[in-house]
């Protein structure tokens, strides 16, 4: 295996733990967590595991700025706001959005942790987000994006800075190897503890998390299965692109296997309206692993998940009792933020005692 520069943000192993209560409860399966959401710096998630890769190579080679961009709350650009001021370098977040009237959740946390946050107000290009947009309509998204991106590296540039561009969600060979790593991990934990798992299941955004699982449990001949939850609604090329740059890891790190599309288990049992918008069953699915494990989930990704992991138990798809991990990749500022907070008022703050002191 090919050697790189590599930092620690991530404070790892991650531990591991039975999810005693929903398990019982359920009675179909023993369900344990990894808790990616505690890699430590910057509130932790999965994509410190990438940014270890991706920011050693930005110090290696002279960068002085990391510049990335993602949704209006990405998580993705508060992790590289947290790992960008740990290593001493500057960090941009360019947020797919109008500017919203006041701070929130990731936002208010990438302010705090000293990085600029960029707004792209796309209001005349809103088509883009529809189900199926005319190219021209993304042409001119991709182009604008890109007119921003050269814009804020001149800005920097001026003021002798280099400029380090790091796609959406690390999504990037070099920050798959972070998940390829935690195979590795999670085999050595298992061992350690003697514990045996059927599977292993993960959240699929960009890709990354379940592209890097894939190729470490082919690596490294892992005794399990390894699925996938999708988190926003995919298609055929979404799992190419995911091949393609897992397979960009394989590579680069000359690991000598690849991951294929028969090794792909993926479900979409769980998305709700839609990317990031508020819905009951995610929500529901949140207050009841709370209530029951002290766990904290979010609306937009992991809420999501552990739904559709509960339901793939419940109706037995994955059939009974078999033990089941399920990596916990953070997210949880999501919370904090104007619409879901709406979302939760009238279930959380209706019922309400209140005693008011009378002398
Ligand atoms: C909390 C959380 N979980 C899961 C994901 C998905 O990870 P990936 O992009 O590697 O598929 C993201 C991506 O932004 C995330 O923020």
């Not at 991530?10 to 990894?34: D, Q, W």
């Not at 370098?89 to 500017?99: A, T």
């Not at 942790?113 to 001119?140: A, C, R, T, W, Y």
């Not at 009841?288 to 766990?295: K, T």
Request: aromatic share 8%; hydrophobic share 35%; glycine share 10%.
């Amino acid at each position: 295996m090919k050697k790189v520069s590599k930092v620690q943000s991530a404070l790892l192993p991650t531990p591991i733990h039975k999810m005693k209560r929903i398990s019982e409860e359920i009675g179909k399966a023993t369900i344990y967590i990894k808790r990616d959401d505690l890699t430590g710096i910057g509130i932790g998630g999965n994509k410190l595991r990438k940014l270890d890769y991706i920011i050693g190579d930005a110090i290696d080679k002279g960068y002085t700025t990391v510049l990335t961009s993602g949704g209006r709350q990405t998580n993705h650009g508060r992790l590289t706001a947290a790992a960008a001021a740990k290593f001493g370098l500057k960090c941009v977040v360019i947020c797919n959005g109008p500017k919203p009237e006041k701070m929130s959740g990731n936002l208010v946390l990438s302010r705090i942790l000293g990085s600029e946050i960029v707004f792209m107000d796309l209001k005349e290009l809103e088509q883009v987000f529809d189900k199926n947009p005319s190219q021209e309509i993304i042409d001119n998204y991709h182009s604008f994006v890109e007119s921003v991106q050269q814009k804020v590296i001149k800005k920097y540039e001026a003021q002798g800075d280099k400029v380090y561009v790091i796609p959406m969600g690390g999504h990037t060979p070099l920050g798959i190897m972070g998940y390829v790593d935690c195979v590795k991990e999670i085999m050595e934990q298992n061992d350690a503890a003697g514990r045996k798992i059927d599977y292993l299941v993960a959240g699929n955004g960009s890709g990354g998390t379940y592209g890097g699982l894939l190729l470490g449990a082919k690596l490294y001949n892992a005794p399990f299965k390894v699925i996938g939850i999708n988190i926003a609604g995919k298609d055929e090329r979404a799992t190419e692109d995911i091949i393609e740059v897992t397979n960009g890891t394989s590579d680069l790190f000359e690991l000598g296997v690849k991951i294929n599309k028969e090794d792909f288990t993926l479900y979409e049992n769980s998305l709700g309206t839609g990317y990031n918008q508020p819905d009951e069953e995610t929500r529901k699915a949140m207050y009841r692993i709370a209530s029951r494990e002290g766990i904290l989930t979010d609306p937009c990704y992991t809420g999501k998940v552990f739904n559709g992991l509960l339901k793939l138990v419940e109706d037995e798809t994955i059939e009974k009792d078999k033990n089941i991990m399920v990596v916990h990749t953070g997210g949880t500022p999501g919370i904090w933020t104007e619409e879901h907070l709406d979302a939760m008022h009238d279930e959380l703050w209706n019922d309400i005692d209140v005693y008011e002191y009378k002398k």
